[in-house]
C-alpha cells in the first residue's frame, strides 16, 4: 500500500506568492496532520483533522495559513502571501490511531521564500 | 511555550557504545510517549513508544525508559551501529486530545 504522498516536494517561491501543498493520507486512515519543520522548533503541528474536520488549528501561525480537507483522501496547506520566514519542510501525516501513537509521515515539502 | 524539550541538538557516539538521548516535558497531562527517527530528506518514521503506567519499553536495542516524577524520558540504543545515524525526535500526546506534540530533535551521529 502506498504510504502518505506529498507534493510538490520542492518549492521555490517569491515573497508575496500563493504556496500550494498538497497531501494524500493512507486510505482508511481517519486522522491527518500537517507539520513544519524548522531548528529552531523542531516539529511544530499547524493542525490536525480528523474525518475530514479541522479539530485543532492553533498551530496556525497567522491568517496567512489555511488547510482544506474537501474529502478523505486528499488535503492542502495553503500560504498566501507567502513570506521568507515560512521558509521550512512541511510534513503530512496520517493515521488511524493517534492515541496509539504511530503517525505516517509523507516525505515532505521543502519550501524556500526568497 | 516549548512543551517537549530536547536539549542537547546533537551527539556523537562510537559504534559498539551506547546512545542516550533525552527528553523533558512540561505537560503532566501526557500520557503516551513516543520516540521517532528521521533520515534526511525522508520523513520521520516511528521507533518505539511508551505508557505512562510503564517505566520501560524494550525493543531489541532500543530501551525508552520514562521517569514520571521529573517529567523526562530516555532514548537508550545499545549498541550504537553507523546506521543509528539520524534526528531523533521525542513526542508525547495527552489522554484529552489527539495532538502529537514534538520536541526540537536531537541529531545523533554513530562513528566507526
Known amino acids: 500500500d502506498a504510504g502518505v504522498i506529498q507534493s510538490p516536494r520542492h518549492e521555490v517561491t517569491e515573497m508575496g506568492q500563493e504556496v500550494t501543498l498538497r497531501c494524500k493520507p493512507i486510505?482508511?486512515?481517519?486522522?491527518l496532520f500537517w507539520y513544519r519543520q524548522t531548528m529552531m522548533r523542531g516539529l511544530e503541528l499547524l493542525i490536525y483533522?480528523?474525518?475530514?474536520?479541522?479539530?485543532?488549528d492553533s498551530g496556525m501561525p497567522e491568517d496567512r495559513f489555511s488547510a482544506k480537507m474537501p474529502n478523505a483522501s486528499f488535503s492542502t496547506l495553503k500560504i498566501q502571501p507567502s513570506e521568507p520566514r515560512d521558509s521550512a519542510v512541511y510534513f503530512c501525516?496520517?493515521?488511524?490511531?493517534?492515541?496509539?501513537?504511530?503517525?505516517?509521515f509523507g516525505e515532505g515539502s521543502r519550501l524556500t521564500v526568497l | 511555550d516549548q512543551q517537549v524539550k530536547q536539549n542537547s541538538p546533537s551527539l556523537s557516539v562510537q559504534e559498539g557504545r551506547i546512545s542516550i538521548l533525552n527528553c523533558d516535558y512540561t505537560n503532566s497531562m501526557f500520557d503516551y510517549f513516543l520516540w521517532y527517527k528521521k533520515y534526511p530528506a525522508e520523513g520521520p518514521t516511528f521507533l518505539i513508544s511508551?505508557?505512562?503506567?510503564?517505566d520501560k519499553n524494550e525493543d531489541g536495542r532500543f530501551t525508552v525508559f520514562l521517569n514520571k516524577s521529573a517529567k523526562h524520558l530516555s532514548l537508550h540504543i545499545v549498541p550504537s551501529q553507523p546506521g543509528d545515524s539520524a534526528v531523533y525526535f521525542c513526542a508525547a500526546v495527552s489522554y484529552n486530545t489527539d495532538k502529537l506534540i514534538f520536541g526540537t530533535g536531537t541529531r545523533l551521529q554513530v562513528f566507526p
Open positions: 486510505s482508511g486512515h481517519d486522522y
Open positions: 483533522f480528523n474525518n475530514n474536520v479541522p479539530i485543532d
Open positions: 511508551i505508557s505512562s503506567i510503564k
Open positions: 501525516a496520517s493515521s488511524r490511531d493517534p492515541k496509539g501513537g504511530e503517525l505516517f
